[in-house]
């Protein structure tokens, strides 16, 4: 099918063209600084995921009898603090965006290729920041930092924790900037818009709400900032300010955060699906468009948090119906992946398990989100576990099943290696079963109407509570078998060839692991994305 | 088994059935598209599974009827659920106009409850059944938020302002309290019950607990007290507005922006006076930042609110009033 890889063990790529600390640290290759940003991110989903261990084993009791109250309160803050800003928003654009968008273009980099160093130097200092805050006691406001409590009344490392924030949204804005010049700029002769990956489409609308989302939210820290240290009333209102305001400015950044979140984790999903169903994907304008009005219309939603917060009937009404509204692109994006494996020819490989996992996830996801939108129904749910179980569906049902699900459909191309099949698929039905046994019991429990954020809860939540955690504990096993196979797989594993999946797309027309500026030559793109009634052709040319 | 396998929340108002019907019927829904995608994913993996190293899916061309057909149809039914959803949502804030009103104060970490009567009580509250019961609530401190799942009404306790639920319980019992809204350090230790009782158990709980002034009584207290009368009085020397009869008016202000006179209003005047001057008054009032717990305001507005459109009525039952408080929008 493709041409084989030459034996020769010497044949350089970009992993091998250079050696040393120097080369990494100082490097400008967009697939370096992905791998980078894959240390990186590894690291931080590791100690964000010790929490989780720790806030699940507390729970398995109703007394709150592991840590103190204090400590189960910085630990929940930790944890949705390191996995929101140093693990899901710069999740798969950082990784898998990073290092495929140029290659999908057929282009020879970024645009800005020390820009996209200069982000992950920035990343990492906004993660040291947030590290230090932890080590030196934490924070213990929740992820949200809700005023007047983060301005005036804790004294934990509200200011280091937030400018942690502000810093790494500064290589969230980066990145963003970064793939929109490029895919404007860059894109290969002949490829034209609509024969792009809708991976690139994905990121593209990401990367709009992360240039004008982000800065919001770099103001708000600010502002709380100027509150806690230089007292300048703004949100406490002892100081005149109003704290719902707070939750206005926090929300408006941080509803379209999750689509920075979820978007290129379905850009992932459409590669996936196409992928291991070797068809050219059903619906593509709409799956393209679909991702642009989610980023637009995400912008106008973020009222739907703050239905119980005293702001008006009339305001709680249009933020709902909007909501209801952006429903409906996502609502489009499953039913075209579903028929794309109509008449498909579908393959049951790892990448494709979580894909198809992705599925079932992001529908109970997305429809328990409707059922939140839904005035009536979130008086009762607001701040409850059903609201915790409805965003891990989205976040770690959707975007870390489609961020792993990218891993192992790349991690061919990124390493050159493949993992062992056995395990990979092993650890994929363990994450599927682990997460829906830790998660769905939250729903009830929600609605049953236990408060999230409680370290200690009466005792009929007992049953759900221990089913949350046994399925934690599967769900935390289904993480760490992946990472040992892949370290493993980067030494002992299966040399790649160049398309160990029949797969269709410029990253498969070249080495793996590639070579640093991808392409020998320019590639002139003349067909459609996802063409594979082409493919037979090709090869005997 | 069940009793500590709970799948479904106690339901003790005719409100929290509004709730369950709406939830149930979107549950339903959701179910089946769930299934729906779930069986068509499954089945498809099956039936088209890959026979043939070489093989690729055969490509149609996607028609726009079926694109609009799946586009169209979630936005009929997700319209649906939001009308349906926001009627109960208005009914959840809308107290009627004849609902009793109690006072709440929320504080690191307690709940502080206040009857018409002058009864207090912290963590506990004691409702009778039947009755519309309309909590007006502040916090001295952080955000909590008021939450009683079998009442399936929730609303955010403010610090600096008054928000306001209600319910009315048709099923004595007692009924778990919680703070919804994070709050430091105890938070899941801020809870209470809310006790129904049948009027008749109600009256005599009342009548045996250590019973203070009224509210009413204790802002006219306070009113005088603090020498309010000094200025507020009815009679041609006064020197800031007469104050029988104006609540639920609307007023002009020095800016020619007109508000409502509402116990936020009244609160902000008390605290900062000077920011929502009545039209044609001079700033003379001073401030009782710092001088007035958040029970003693309450206490006042309660006064102000409690004074008839003659001055001799001043000392009208508090009760026959409550009808003109216009509930706020949430």
């Known amino acids: 099918m493709s041409t084989t890889v030459t034996t020769s063990a010497k044949r350089l790529n970009y992993l091998n063209v250079d050696h040393g600390m120097k080369?990494?640290?100082?490097?400008?290759?967009?697939?370096?600084?992905?791998?980078?940003?894959?240390?990186?991110?590894?690291?931080?989903?590791?100690?964000?995921?010790?929490?989780?261990?720790?806030?699940?084993?507390?729970?398995?009791?109703?007394?709150?009898?592991l840590v103190e109250p204090d400590t189960y309160n910085r630990l929940f803050t930790m944890h949705g603090v390191l996995m929101i800003f140093l693990f899901l928003i710069p999740g798969v654009p950082a990784v898998l965006g990073n290092f495929l968008i140029p290659i999908m273009i057929g282009a020879k980099d970024l645009a800005f290729p020390k820009l996209n160093l200069a982000s992950w130097y920035v990343f990492n200092a906004g993660g040291l920041f947030m590290i230090w805050a932890m080590l030196h006691g934490g924070v213990d406001t929740g992820w949200t930092f809700y005023t007047p409590y983060s301005t005036a009344f804790t004294d934990t490392h509200v200011i280091a924790t937030a400018l942690g924030?502000?810093?790494?949204?500064?290589?969230?804005?980066?990145?963003?900037?970064?793939?929109?010049?490029?895919?404007?700029?860059?894109?290969?002769?002949?490829?034209?818009?609509?024969?792009l990956p809708l991976f690139v489409w994905a990121h593209y609308a990401t990367a709009l709400i992360q240039v004008l989302g982000t800065p919001v939210v770099a103001i708000t820290i600010l502002l709380v900032a100027a509150e806690r240290l230089l007292g300048i009333g703004i949100f406490d209102p002892a100081l005149g300010g109003d704290p719902v305001l707070f939750q206005h400015l926090f929300w408006f950044y941080s509803h379209p955060a999750v689509y920075?979140?979820?978007?290129?984790?379905?850009?992932?999903?459409?590669?996936?699906?196409?992928?291991?169903?070797?068809?050219?994907?059903?619906?593509?304008?709409?799956?393209?468009?679909?991702?642009?009005?989610?980023?637009?219309?995400?912008?106008?939603?973020?009222?739907?948090?703050?239905?119980?917060?005293?702001?008006?009937?009339?305001?709680?009404?249009?933020?709902?119906?909007?909501?209801?509204?952006?429903?409906?692109?996502?609502?489009?994006?499953?039913?075209?992946?579903?028929?794309?494996?109509?008449?498909?020819?579908?393959?049951?490989?790892?990448?494709?398990?979580?894909?198809?996992?992705?599925l079932g996830l992001f529908v109970i996801g997305g429809l328990t989100g409707t059922m939140l939108a839904t005035l009536g129904i979130d008086i009762h749910v607001h701040d409850t576990y059903f609201v915790v179980a409805h965003f891990h569906y989205i976040m770690v049902g959707g975007a870390i099943m489609a961020y792993l699900g990218g891993l192992h459909f790349w991690w061919p191309k990124?390493?050159?290696?493949?993992?062992?099949?056995?395990?990979?698929?092993?650890?994929?039905?363990?994450?599927?079963?682990?997460?829906?046994?830790?998660?769905?019991?939250?729903?009830?429990?929600?609605?049953?109407?236990?408060?999230?954020?409680?370290?200690?809860?009466?005792?009929?939540f007992q049953v759900l509570n221990v089913l949350s955690s046994a399925g934690a504990t599967i769900l935390g096993l289904g993480y760490l078998i992946p990472i040992i196979y892949f370290i493993w797989s980067m030494r002992y594993g299966e040399r790649a060839p160049a398309n160990p999946w029949g797969?269709?797309?410029?990253?498969?027309?070249?080495?793996?692991?590639?070579?640093?500026?991808?392409?020998?030559?320019?590639?002139?793109?003349?067909?459609?994305?996802?063409?594979?009634t082409g493919i037979e052709e090709k090869s005997v040319a | 088994m069940w009793k500590n396998f709970p799948l479904f929340p106690d339901r003790a108002t005719e409100f929290a059935g509004q709730v369950d019907?709406?939830?149930?019927?979107?549950?339903?829904?959701?179910?089946?598209?769930?299934?729906?995608?779930?069986?068509?994913?499954?089945?498809?993996?099956i039936r088209y599974r890959r026979r043939a190293d070489d093989e690729v899916g055969r490509p149609e061309k996607a028609g726009l009827w079926l694109e609009l057909t799946w586009s169209v149809i979630p936005l009929i039914i997700l319209l649906g659920m939001f009308t349906w959803g926001a009627k109960v949502y208005i009914a959840a804030y809308r107290a009627p106009a004849y609902a009793v009103e109690y006072f709440v104060t929320a504080k690191q970490w307690m709940w502080k409850f206040q009857h018409p009567?002058?009864?207090?009580?912290?963590?506990?509250?004691?409702?009778?059944?039947?009755?519309?019961?309309?909590?007006?609530?502040?916090?001295?401190?952080?955000?909590?938020?008021?939450?009683?799942?079998?009442?399936?009404?929730?609303?955010?306790?403010?610090?600096?302002?008054?928000?306001?639920?209600?319910?009315?319980?048709?099923?004595?019992?007692?009924?778990?309290?919680?703070?919804?809204?994070?709050?430091?350090?105890?938070?899941?230790?801020?809870?209470?019950?809310?006790?129904?009782?049948?009027?008749?158990?109600?009256?005599?709980?009342?009548?045996?607990?250590?019973?203070?002034?009224?509210?009413v009584a204790s802002g006219k207290e306070l009113f005088q007290a603090k020498a309010c009368n000094t200025c507020h009085r009815p009679d041609?020397?006064?020197?800031?507005?007469?104050?029988?009869?104006?609540?639920?008016?609307?007023?002009?202000?020095?800016?020619?922006?007109?508000?409502?006179?509402?116990?936020n209003y009244i609160r902000d005047s008390l605290l900062n006076p000077t920011a929502k001057l009545v039209k044609g008054y001079k700033p003379l009032m001073p401030t009782y930042q710092g001088q007035l717990s958040e029970e003693e305001i309450l206490q006042l507005i309660s006064y102000i609110k409690s004074l008839g459109d003659e001055p001799d009525e001043e000392d009208k039952p508090q009760q026959e009033t409550t009808p003109e408080f216009q509930s706020e929008e949430r």
Request: charged share 15%.
């Open chain 1, 260 to 358: 920075i979140m979820i978007l290129p984790a379905m850009g992932v999903i459409s590669e996936l699906i196409t992928a291991f169903a070797r068809k050219r994907i059903f619906g593509y304008k709409f799956v393209a468009f679909s991702s642009v009005a989610i980023a637009v219309l995400g912008f106008l939603v973020w009222g739907h948090h703050m239905f119980v917060s005293s702001q008006s009937v009339y305001a709680g009404i249009l933020f709902s119906v909007l909501s209801m509204l952006v429903a409906v692109p996502s609502a489009v994006k499953t039913f075209n992946w579903t028929a794309t494996l109509y008449q498909g020819s579908i393959s049951w490989q790892t990448p494709m398990i979580y894909a198809l996992g992705f």
């Open chain 1, 23 to 65: 080369s990494w640290l100082l490097t400008k290759d967009h697939k370096r600084i992905a791998i980078l940003y894959l240390i990186s991110l590894s690291f931080f989903f590791l100690i964000g995921g010790l929490m989780a261990v720790f806030i699940r084993i507390e729970l398995a009791t109703p007394a709150g009898d």
């Open chain 2, 21 to 45: 019907a709406l939830y149930f019927t979107f549950l339903g829904i959701s179910a089946f598209f769930s299934a729906l995608i779930a069986f068509l994913v499954v089945y498809f993996a």
């Open chain 2, 236 to 263: 041609t020397a006064a020197q800031a507005p007469i104050l029988h009869g104006l609540y639920g008016e609307e007023v002009e202000l020095g800016t020619g922006e007109i508000v409502m006179v509402d116990a």
């Open chain 2, 117 to 215: 009567e002058g009864q207090r009580e912290i963590n506990h509250f004691h409702v009778p059944l039947g009755q519309s019961t309309r909590l007006t609530m502040t916090s001295e401190d952080v955000i909590h938020s008021f939450f009683v799942p079998a009442f399936r009404v929730k609303a955010d306790v403010l610090p600096g302002r008054y928000t306001s639920v209600w319910f009315k319980a048709e099923k004595t019992g007692t009924f778990q309290l919680f703070c919804a809204e994070y709050c430091g350090a105890e938070h899941s230790l801020m809870t209470g019950t809310i006790t129904v009782m049948e009027p008749a158990e109600y009256e005599a709980w009342l009548a045996d607990v250590k019973k203070g002034p009224s509210v």
């Open chain 1, 165 to 195: 924030a502000f810093i790494a949204g500064f290589a969230s804005i980066m990145t963003g900037l970064n793939f929109i010049v490029t895919i404007h700029r860059m894109r290969a002769p002949g490829l034209t818009w609509f024969r």
């Open chain 1, 503 to 532: 797969a269709y797309g410029l990253e498969w027309e070249i080495p793996s692991p590639p070579t640093t500026y991808n392409f020998e030559e320019t590639p002139v793109v003349t067909r459609e994305a996802y063409d594979y």
């Open chain 1, 414 to 460: 990124m390493t050159g290696r493949m993992y062992p099949v056995f395990w990979s698929k092993i650890s994929a039905g363990l994450v599927f079963f682990g997460f829906n046994l830790t998660f769905f019991p939250q729903f009830i429990l929600g609605y049953l109407g236990m408060p999230r954020r409680y370290h200690a809860y009466p005792e009929e």
